[in-house]
């Protein structure tokens, strides 16, 4: 079940419990905790995000826009 950006406040962490697949959603979590972390590996987020193209290219999509906000 795929879940688009729908609203302009939406946040990666709203998003992130919209997902009902595990494994993305695990995916999702790992990269939103990466995010924060003051030191972030580019290495990290990069592979992270290559994993969830693979999965899911929609949820690739929504994602990366709401990391550009």
Known sequence: MK???EKEDE???TY???IGDQELKG???KLKN????PD???D???NLLSSIRRKD??????VTSLIKK
């Open 27 to 29: 995916l999702l979590l």
């Open 16 to 18: 992130v419990r919209k």
């Open 57 to 62: 290219s929609e949820v690739f999509d929504d």
């Open 44 to 46: 990290t987020i990069t």
């Open 40 to 42: 972030v590996a580019r």
């Open 34 to 37: 990466e995010l924060r972390k």
């Open 11 to 13: 946040t990666l962490d």
């Open 3 to 5: 879940k688009s950006v």
